[in-house]
Protein backbone atom coordinates (compact mmCIF):
# COMPACT_ATOMS: atom_id res chain seq x y z
CA UNK A 1 0.00 0.00 0.00
CA UNK A 2 1.49 3.36 -0.67
CA UNK A 3 -0.01 5.12 2.60
CA UNK A 4 1.49 8.46 1.72
CA UNK A 5 0.02 8.70 -1.66
CA UNK A 6 -3.11 7.35 -0.39
CA UNK A 7 -3.71 9.99 2.42
CA UNK A 8 -2.93 12.42 0.32
CA UNK A 9 -5.46 10.83 -2.17
CA UNK A 10 -8.41 11.12 0.45
CA UNK A 11 -7.68 14.94 1.23
CA UNK A 12 -7.68 15.50 -2.63
CA UNK A 13 -11.18 13.30 -2.62
CA UNK A 14 -12.75 15.41 0.16
CA UNK A 15 -12.20 18.65 -1.05
CA UNK A 16 -13.40 17.51 -4.95
CA UNK A 17 -16.24 16.34 -3.32
CA UNK A 18 -17.02 19.34 -0.93
CA UNK A 19 -16.87 21.15 -3.71
CA UNK A 20 -19.24 19.28 -6.09
CA UNK A 21 -21.43 18.52 -3.30
CA UNK A 22 -21.86 21.94 -2.38
CA UNK A 23 -22.34 23.08 -5.58
CA UNK A 24 -25.33 20.89 -5.86
CA UNK A 25 -26.68 21.90 -2.40
CA UNK A 26 -25.73 18.71 -0.81
CA UNK A 27 -24.03 19.08 2.79
CA UNK A 28 -23.39 15.33 3.22
CA UNK A 29 -22.62 12.33 1.38
CA UNK A 30 -23.48 8.67 1.64
CA UNK A 31 -21.16 6.69 -0.29
CA UNK A 32 -22.22 2.73 -0.96
CA UNK A 33 -20.17 0.07 -1.22
CA UNK A 34 -23.57 -1.92 -2.08
CA UNK A 35 -24.40 -5.20 -1.45
CA UNK A 36 -24.66 -8.80 -3.29
CA UNK A 37 -27.30 -11.14 -4.81
CA UNK A 38 -28.26 -14.63 -4.92
CA UNK A 39 -28.50 -16.00 -8.24
CA UNK A 40 -31.77 -16.36 -9.15
CA UNK A 41 -33.41 -19.77 -7.17
CA UNK A 42 -30.24 -20.57 -5.32
CA UNK A 43 -28.63 -19.73 -2.39
CA UNK A 44 -24.99 -18.94 -4.15
CA UNK A 45 -23.88 -15.64 -5.08
CA UNK A 46 -21.33 -14.29 -8.46
CA UNK A 47 -18.35 -12.73 -6.71
CA UNK A 48 -19.09 -9.21 -4.93
CA UNK A 49 -18.33 -6.37 -7.24
CA UNK A 50 -18.11 -3.17 -5.17
CA UNK A 51 -19.54 0.39 -6.41
CA UNK A 52 -16.22 2.46 -8.02
CA UNK A 53 -17.00 5.56 -6.01
CA UNK A 54 -17.10 3.25 -2.89
CA UNK A 55 -13.64 1.88 -3.81
CA UNK A 56 -11.95 5.45 -4.61
CA UNK A 57 -12.49 6.14 -0.92
CA UNK A 58 -11.93 2.60 0.26
CA UNK A 59 -9.79 0.38 -2.29
CA UNK A 60 -10.64 -2.78 -0.74
CA UNK A 61 -12.87 -5.74 -2.16
CA UNK A 62 -13.91 -7.14 0.46
CA UNK A 63 -16.15 -4.38 1.47
CA UNK A 64 -20.22 -5.53 1.53
CA UNK A 65 -22.22 -3.03 3.21
CA UNK A 66 -19.92 -0.63 3.90
CA UNK A 67 -20.84 3.03 3.86
CA UNK A 68 -18.70 6.14 3.49
CA UNK A 69 -20.34 9.71 4.97
CA UNK A 70 -18.82 12.82 3.49
CA UNK A 71 -19.61 15.68 5.68
CA UNK A 72 -18.58 20.22 5.02
CA UNK A 73 -16.34 20.01 8.19
CA UNK A 74 -15.97 16.64 9.84
CA UNK A 75 -13.54 13.57 9.00
CA UNK A 76 -15.13 11.32 6.94
CA UNK A 77 -16.34 8.27 8.62
CA UNK A 78 -16.37 4.67 7.20
CA UNK A 79 -19.25 2.14 8.60
CA UNK A 80 -17.90 -1.33 8.57
CA UNK A 81 -19.79 -4.72 8.70
CA UNK A 82 -17.86 -7.17 9.99
CA UNK A 83 -20.21 -9.89 10.82
CA UNK A 84 -20.18 -12.68 13.22
CA UNK A 85 -20.09 -15.47 10.86
CA UNK A 86 -18.42 -19.43 10.85
CA UNK A 87 -19.78 -19.92 7.21
CA UNK A 88 -17.61 -16.92 5.53
CA UNK A 89 -14.60 -15.28 6.68
CA UNK A 90 -15.29 -11.52 7.27
CA UNK A 91 -12.62 -8.82 6.41
CA UNK A 92 -12.08 -6.42 9.34
CA UNK A 93 -12.00 -2.43 7.99
CA UNK A 94 -8.48 -2.10 6.07
CA UNK A 95 -5.74 -0.88 8.68
CA UNK A 96 -4.73 1.89 5.92
CA UNK A 97 -8.41 3.69 6.49
CA UNK A 98 -7.41 3.83 10.33
CA UNK A 99 -5.44 7.50 9.33
CA UNK A 100 -8.38 8.74 6.95
CA UNK A 101 -11.16 7.79 8.69
CA UNK A 102 -12.60 7.82 11.84
CA UNK A 103 -13.64 4.02 11.18
CA UNK A 104 -16.62 2.28 13.23
CA UNK A 105 -17.15 -1.36 12.89
CA UNK A 106 -20.59 -3.31 13.38
CA UNK A 107 -21.23 -6.76 13.50
CA UNK A 108 -25.06 -6.08 13.15
CA UNK A 109 -25.76 -4.52 9.44
CA UNK A 110 -29.30 -3.36 11.61
CA UNK A 111 -27.13 -1.23 13.80
CA UNK A 112 -24.79 0.10 10.99
CA UNK A 113 -28.52 1.25 9.36
CA UNK A 114 -29.09 3.08 12.47
CA UNK A 115 -26.17 4.45 13.19
CA UNK A 116 -25.75 6.03 9.28
CA UNK A 117 -29.62 7.12 9.99
CA UNK A 118 -28.01 9.26 13.01
CA UNK A 119 -25.01 10.49 11.15
CA UNK A 120 -26.99 12.39 8.13
CA UNK A 121 -30.48 13.00 10.43
CA UNK A 122 -28.25 16.08 11.49
CA UNK A 123 -27.56 16.94 7.82
CA UNK A 124 -30.56 18.82 5.91
CA UNK A 125 -29.61 17.87 2.19
CA UNK A 126 -27.82 14.40 2.07
CA UNK A 127 -26.61 13.00 -1.60
CA UNK A 128 -26.56 8.60 -1.92
CA UNK A 129 -24.69 7.87 -3.75
CA UNK A 130 -24.68 4.13 -4.87
CA UNK A 131 -27.68 1.89 -3.88
CA UNK A 132 -29.23 3.17 -0.33
CA UNK A 133 -28.77 1.35 2.58
CA UNK A 134 -30.18 4.73 4.50
CA UNK A 135 -33.76 4.61 5.83
CA UNK A 136 -34.10 7.97 3.68
CA UNK A 137 -34.52 7.59 -0.09
CA UNK A 138 -32.77 10.36 -1.93
CA UNK A 139 -36.01 10.31 -4.24
CA UNK A 140 -37.02 14.19 -3.15
CA UNK A 141 -33.31 15.27 -4.48
CA UNK A 142 -33.10 12.53 -7.85
CA UNK A 143 -32.53 15.04 -10.70
CA UNK A 144 -29.58 16.75 -7.93
CA UNK A 145 -28.38 13.38 -6.76
CA UNK A 146 -27.83 12.24 -10.55
CA UNK A 147 -26.00 15.49 -11.74
CA UNK A 148 -23.38 14.97 -8.67
CA UNK A 149 -22.93 11.73 -9.90
CA UNK A 150 -22.52 12.48 -13.58
CA UNK A 151 -20.35 15.41 -11.99
CA UNK A 152 -17.86 12.70 -10.08
CA UNK A 153 -18.08 9.91 -12.76
CA UNK A 154 -16.53 12.77 -14.59
CA UNK A 155 -13.70 13.47 -11.59
CA UNK A 156 -12.93 9.69 -12.06
CA UNK A 157 -11.04 10.55 -15.82
CA UNK A 158 -7.98 12.52 -13.58
CA UNK A 159 -6.10 9.81 -11.58
CA UNK A 160 -4.23 11.11 -8.63
CA UNK A 161 -0.85 10.20 -7.75
CA UNK A 162 -2.35 7.09 -5.32
CA UNK A 163 -4.04 6.34 -8.38
CA UNK A 164 -1.04 6.05 -10.87
CA UNK A 165 0.74 4.33 -8.58
CA UNK A 166 -2.05 1.14 -7.90
CA UNK A 167 -2.21 1.40 -11.49
CA UNK A 168 1.40 1.03 -12.58
CA UNK A 169 1.31 -2.15 -10.05
CA UNK A 170 -1.73 -3.79 -11.91
CA UNK A 171 0.30 -3.06 -15.04
CA UNK A 172 3.36 -4.85 -13.92
CA UNK A 173 1.19 -7.63 -12.63
CA UNK A 174 -0.79 -8.50 -15.98
CA UNK A 175 2.51 -8.27 -17.55
CA UNK A 176 3.60 -11.12 -15.96
CA UNK A 177 0.76 -12.89 -16.92
CA UNK A 178 1.52 -12.05 -19.85
CA UNK A 179 5.22 -13.28 -20.27
CA UNK A 180 4.11 -16.82 -18.70
CA UNK A 181 1.73 -16.42 -21.52
CA UNK A 182 3.79 -16.23 -23.97
CA UNK A 183 6.05 -19.24 -23.26
CA UNK A 184 2.96 -21.15 -22.42
CA UNK A 185 1.86 -20.62 -26.32
CA UNK A 186 5.42 -21.39 -27.03
CA UNK A 187 5.36 -24.46 -25.44
CA UNK A 188 2.45 -25.56 -27.45
CA UNK A 189 -0.42 -25.76 -24.67
CA UNK A 190 -3.65 -25.06 -25.18
CA UNK A 191 -6.10 -21.90 -24.14
CA UNK A 192 -6.98 -23.23 -20.57
CA UNK A 193 -3.37 -23.94 -19.63
CA UNK A 194 -2.36 -20.31 -21.04
CA UNK A 195 -5.37 -19.13 -18.83
CA UNK A 196 -3.77 -20.78 -15.94
CA UNK A 197 -0.56 -19.95 -16.59
CA UNK A 198 -1.46 -16.07 -16.63
CA UNK A 199 -3.57 -16.51 -13.28
CA UNK A 200 -0.29 -17.89 -12.28
CA UNK A 201 2.17 -15.50 -12.66
CA UNK A 202 0.13 -12.58 -12.20
CA UNK A 203 -0.88 -14.31 -8.87
CA UNK A 204 -4.67 -13.78 -9.09
CA UNK A 205 -7.60 -16.72 -8.61
CA UNK A 206 -10.42 -16.19 -11.29
CA UNK A 207 -12.73 -13.51 -8.95
CA UNK A 208 -10.19 -11.53 -8.98
CA UNK A 209 -9.35 -10.70 -12.52
CA UNK A 210 -10.33 -7.05 -13.67
CA UNK A 211 -12.46 -9.10 -16.56
CA UNK A 212 -12.65 -12.64 -18.16
CA UNK A 213 -9.10 -13.15 -19.71
CA UNK A 214 -10.17 -13.54 -23.47
CA UNK A 215 -7.30 -16.17 -24.29
CA UNK A 216 -8.46 -17.20 -27.92
CA UNK A 217 -6.68 -18.96 -30.42
CA UNK A 218 -7.04 -19.49 -34.20
CA UNK A 219 -10.81 -18.48 -35.03
CA UNK A 220 -11.35 -17.89 -31.60
CA UNK A 221 -9.69 -14.58 -31.81
CA UNK A 222 -12.29 -13.48 -34.22
CA UNK A 223 -14.76 -13.08 -31.30
CA UNK A 224 -13.95 -9.61 -29.27
CA UNK A 225 -14.77 -10.95 -25.88
CA UNK A 226 -14.36 -14.54 -26.71
CA UNK A 227 -15.11 -16.38 -23.39
CA UNK A 228 -13.98 -20.16 -23.02
CA UNK A 229 -11.44 -22.39 -22.76
CA UNK A 230 -10.27 -25.32 -24.90
CA UNK A 231 -9.13 -27.74 -22.97
CA UNK A 232 -6.37 -28.98 -25.67
CA UNK A 233 -4.79 -27.16 -28.61
CA UNK A 234 -6.33 -27.21 -31.83
CA UNK A 235 -4.62 -29.51 -34.25
CA UNK A 236 -2.89 -26.66 -35.92
CA UNK A 237 -2.15 -24.05 -34.09
CA UNK A 238 -1.57 -20.60 -36.03
CA UNK A 239 -2.13 -17.55 -33.63
CA UNK A 240 -2.86 -16.43 -29.95
CA UNK A 241 -4.94 -13.02 -29.37
CA UNK A 242 -4.82 -12.93 -25.34
CA UNK A 243 -6.35 -9.61 -23.55
CA UNK A 244 -5.71 -10.01 -20.10
CA UNK A 245 -5.44 -7.68 -16.96
CA UNK A 246 -4.78 -7.57 -13.13
CA UNK A 247 -5.75 -5.54 -10.37
CA UNK A 248 -3.85 -3.80 -7.83
CA UNK A 249 -5.75 -2.50 -4.51
CA UNK A 250 -9.12 -2.24 -7.13
CA UNK A 251 -7.43 -0.62 -9.96
CA UNK A 252 -7.71 -2.04 -13.30
CA UNK A 253 -4.81 -3.18 -16.18
CA UNK A 254 -6.09 -4.49 -19.38
CA UNK A 255 -3.66 -5.58 -21.92
CA UNK A 256 -3.56 -7.25 -24.99
CA UNK A 257 -0.94 -8.89 -26.88
CA UNK A 258 -1.05 -11.64 -30.40
CA UNK A 259 1.08 -13.75 -31.30
CA UNK A 260 1.52 -16.15 -34.84
CA UNK A 261 2.70 -19.29 -34.35
CA UNK A 262 5.87 -20.46 -36.12
CA UNK A 263 5.73 -20.75 -39.87
CA UNK A 264 3.17 -18.23 -39.97
CA UNK A 265 5.23 -15.29 -41.10
CA UNK A 266 2.44 -13.88 -43.15
CA UNK A 267 0.41 -12.77 -39.72
CA UNK A 268 3.46 -12.10 -37.87
CA UNK A 269 3.57 -9.55 -40.61
CA UNK A 270 0.30 -8.38 -40.01
CA UNK A 271 1.10 -8.20 -36.32
CA UNK A 272 3.84 -6.11 -36.57
CA UNK A 273 1.65 -3.35 -38.70
CA UNK A 274 -0.68 -3.27 -36.13
CA UNK A 275 1.81 -3.02 -33.20
CA UNK A 276 3.81 -0.19 -35.20
CA UNK A 277 0.61 1.72 -35.51
CA UNK A 278 -0.13 1.35 -32.03
CA UNK A 279 2.86 2.94 -31.26
CA UNK A 280 2.56 5.59 -33.25
CA UNK A 281 -0.90 6.74 -32.22
CA UNK A 282 0.41 6.80 -28.99
CA UNK A 283 3.12 8.83 -30.03
CA UNK A 284 1.38 11.88 -31.59
CA UNK A 285 -1.30 11.76 -27.92
CA UNK A 286 -1.32 15.55 -27.35
CA UNK A 287 -3.09 17.56 -24.20
CA UNK A 288 -6.25 18.95 -25.46
CA UNK A 289 -6.62 16.69 -28.89
CA UNK A 290 -10.07 14.68 -29.08
CA UNK A 291 -9.59 10.93 -28.58
CA UNK A 292 -11.91 10.67 -31.40
CA UNK A 293 -9.74 12.17 -33.41
CA UNK A 294 -7.19 10.15 -32.26
CA UNK A 295 -9.98 6.84 -33.26
CA UNK A 296 -10.64 8.67 -37.13
CA UNK A 297 -6.32 8.99 -37.03
CA UNK A 298 -6.52 5.38 -36.30
CA UNK A 299 -9.15 3.82 -38.60
CA UNK A 300 -7.03 6.21 -41.37
CA UNK A 301 -3.28 4.03 -40.54
CA UNK A 302 -5.78 0.70 -40.19
CA UNK A 303 -6.97 1.21 -43.67
CA UNK A 304 -3.23 2.03 -45.17
CA UNK A 305 -2.18 -1.54 -44.06
CA UNK A 306 -5.11 -3.42 -45.26
CA UNK A 307 -4.38 -1.64 -48.76
CA UNK A 308 -0.60 -2.06 -48.27
CA UNK A 309 -0.35 -5.83 -47.21
CA UNK A 310 -3.08 -6.31 -50.53
CA UNK A 311 -6.20 -7.01 -48.35
CA UNK A 312 -7.87 -4.10 -49.85
CA UNK A 313 -7.22 -3.37 -53.77
CA UNK A 314 -8.87 0.45 -53.25
CA UNK A 315 -6.98 3.67 -52.21
CA UNK A 316 -6.57 3.84 -47.71
CA UNK A 317 -9.02 6.77 -48.46
CA UNK A 318 -11.65 4.85 -50.18
CA UNK A 319 -11.87 2.16 -47.77
CA UNK A 320 -11.73 5.03 -45.29
CA UNK A 321 -14.65 6.43 -46.77
CA UNK A 322 -16.63 3.68 -48.04
CA UNK A 323 -16.55 2.23 -44.43
CA UNK A 324 -15.05 -1.12 -45.26
CA UNK A 325 -12.22 -0.50 -42.56
CA UNK A 326 -15.24 -0.69 -40.58
CA UNK A 327 -15.74 -4.03 -41.17
CA UNK A 328 -11.86 -5.45 -39.89
CA UNK A 329 -12.15 -2.91 -37.19
CA UNK A 330 -15.30 -2.46 -35.53
CA UNK A 331 -14.23 -1.65 -32.34
CA UNK A 332 -13.50 1.80 -30.42
CA UNK A 333 -9.13 2.74 -29.94
CA UNK A 334 -9.88 2.36 -26.24
CA UNK A 335 -11.51 3.50 -23.14
CA UNK A 336 -10.76 5.11 -19.73
CA UNK A 337 -9.25 2.55 -17.08
CA UNK A 338 -9.65 2.65 -13.54
CA UNK A 339 -11.65 0.93 -10.81
CA UNK A 340 -13.56 -0.38 -13.61
CA UNK A 341 -12.13 -2.06 -16.72
CA UNK A 342 -14.10 0.18 -18.84
CA UNK A 343 -14.20 3.09 -16.25
CA UNK A 344 -17.16 5.57 -16.28
CA UNK A 345 -17.19 9.14 -17.81
CA UNK A 346 -15.96 8.58 -20.93
CA UNK A 347 -18.81 10.79 -22.67
CA UNK A 348 -19.12 12.73 -20.05
CA UNK A 349 -17.54 15.70 -21.75
CA UNK A 350 -18.05 18.49 -18.86
CA UNK A 351 -17.31 18.98 -15.52
CA UNK A 352 -20.80 19.76 -15.42
CA UNK A 353 -21.74 16.25 -16.16
CA UNK A 354 -22.91 17.10 -19.68
CA UNK A 355 -23.18 13.62 -21.21
CA UNK A 356 -23.13 13.25 -25.05
CA UNK A 357 -24.78 10.24 -26.77
CA UNK A 358 -22.28 7.48 -28.45
CA UNK A 359 -21.08 8.87 -31.84
CA UNK A 360 -22.98 7.97 -34.84
CA UNK A 361 -20.19 5.73 -36.38
CA UNK A 362 -18.46 4.66 -34.14
CA UNK A 363 -20.84 3.40 -31.39
CA UNK A 364 -18.84 1.25 -29.49
CA UNK A 365 -16.06 3.53 -29.24
CA UNK A 366 -16.45 4.77 -25.27
CA UNK A 367 -13.84 7.73 -24.77
CA UNK A 368 -15.50 10.94 -26.31
CA UNK A 369 -13.63 13.50 -24.29
CA UNK A 370 -10.68 15.50 -24.82
CA UNK A 371 -7.33 14.39 -23.89
CA UNK A 372 -6.25 15.81 -20.28
CA UNK A 373 -3.69 15.30 -17.83
CA UNK A 374 -3.43 12.87 -15.13
CA UNK A 375 -5.77 10.44 -17.59
CA UNK A 376 -5.28 6.91 -18.03
CA UNK A 377 -7.10 4.80 -20.96
CA UNK A 378 -6.03 2.41 -23.33
CA UNK A 379 -4.85 2.81 -27.30
CA UNK A 380 -6.20 -0.67 -28.67
CA UNK A 381 -6.78 -1.11 -32.30
CA UNK A 382 -6.81 -4.49 -34.10
CA UNK A 383 -7.47 -5.81 -37.60
CA UNK A 384 -9.97 -8.85 -37.39
CA UNK A 385 -11.84 -11.62 -39.92
CA UNK A 386 -15.14 -11.55 -38.21
CA UNK A 387 -17.05 -14.09 -40.96
CA UNK A 388 -20.20 -12.01 -40.13
CA UNK A 389 -19.09 -8.82 -40.83
CA UNK A 390 -17.19 -9.31 -43.94
CA UNK A 391 -19.90 -11.33 -45.07
CA UNK A 392 -22.02 -7.81 -45.66
CA UNK A 393 -19.41 -7.05 -48.13
CA UNK A 394 -18.92 -10.55 -49.78
CA UNK A 395 -18.28 -10.05 -53.84
CA UNK A 396 -17.08 -6.38 -53.40
CA UNK A 397 -14.71 -5.45 -55.73
CA UNK A 398 -12.14 -3.40 -53.32
CA UNK A 399 -11.84 -6.75 -51.11
CA UNK A 400 -9.01 -9.28 -51.86
CA UNK A 401 -10.94 -12.13 -50.84
CA UNK A 402 -8.67 -15.10 -51.26
CA UNK A 403 -5.91 -12.94 -49.30
CA UNK A 404 -8.52 -12.12 -46.46
CA UNK A 405 -9.94 -15.88 -46.53
CA UNK A 406 -6.80 -17.31 -45.94
CA UNK A 407 -6.43 -15.06 -42.88
CA UNK A 408 -9.90 -16.48 -40.95
CA UNK A 409 -7.84 -18.91 -39.52
CA UNK A 410 -5.82 -16.50 -37.56
CA UNK A 411 -9.23 -14.72 -36.33
CA UNK A 412 -7.39 -10.98 -35.76
CA UNK A 413 -4.91 -8.97 -34.60
CA UNK A 414 -5.09 -6.79 -31.16
CA UNK A 415 -2.50 -5.10 -29.74
CA UNK A 416 -3.52 -2.96 -26.46
CA UNK A 417 -1.46 -1.04 -23.79
CA UNK A 418 -2.78 1.14 -20.79
CA UNK A 419 -1.11 4.96 -21.23
CA UNK A 420 -1.32 7.41 -18.87
CA UNK A 421 -0.95 11.53 -19.56
CA UNK A 422 1.87 13.17 -18.02
CA UNK A 423 1.91 16.69 -18.07
CA UNK A 424 4.66 16.53 -20.55
CA UNK A 425 2.94 13.44 -22.90
CA UNK A 426 1.58 10.16 -22.67
CA UNK A 427 3.67 7.63 -20.72
CA UNK A 428 2.97 3.73 -21.80
CA UNK A 429 2.73 2.09 -18.45
CA UNK A 430 2.10 -1.72 -20.58
CA UNK A 431 5.71 -1.46 -23.02
CA UNK A 432 7.23 0.24 -19.38
CA UNK A 433 6.56 -3.05 -17.74
CA UNK A 434 7.43 -4.86 -20.60
CA UNK A 435 11.01 -3.24 -20.34
CA UNK A 436 11.42 -3.18 -16.79
CA UNK A 437 10.75 -6.97 -16.95
CA UNK A 438 13.87 -7.08 -19.63
CA UNK A 439 11.54 -8.66 -22.18
CA UNK A 440 10.45 -7.49 -25.44
CA UNK A 441 6.62 -5.71 -25.60
N1 LIG B 1 -10.62 -6.32 -22.16
C1 LIG B 1 -11.71 -5.62 -22.68
C2 LIG B 1 -11.29 -4.47 -23.46
O1 LIG B 1 -10.17 -4.43 -23.93
O2 LIG B 1 -11.95 -3.49 -23.60
MN1 LIG C 1 -8.59 -5.59 -23.20
MN1 LIG D 1 -9.62 -2.43 -23.30
Known amino acids: MHLGAYNAH???????????????????????????????????EPPFHAYGHFLRWVPQSDCEHAVVVVRMDEQPVLLWHTPSDYWYLPSDAPDFAKDAFDVQTFADLGELRRSLDQLIHTCSNVAHVGKTLASTSPTANSSRNDRLVRQLDY?????????????????????????????AFSEGESEYQIHHAFLRASSQHEAELPYPSIVAMNTHAATLHYQKYDREPAPEICSLLIDAGAKSH?????????????????????????????????????????????????????????????????????????????????????HLLGLQTHDVGGRIVEESGREVPPHNRYESLRLLRSIEPNMIFTIEPGIYFIPSLLDQWRGHQDVNWTKVDRFTKYGGVRVEDNVFVSPDGPVNLTRNAFSDASVGA
Not at 24 to 31: C, E, K, L
Not at 159 to 183: N, P, S
Not at 282 to 287: G, L, P
Open 10 to 44: IDHLTSEWRRLMDKNGFDAAAIYAGQNQTFFGDDQ
Open 155 to 183: QRAYKTEFEQLCMKDATALGVLGHQAAAR
Open 250 to 334: CYHSDITRTYAANGNEEFAELIDAVDHAQRGIIEVITIGKSYLDLHEEMSQKISEILTSLRFLTCSPATAYESMLVDAFFPHGLG
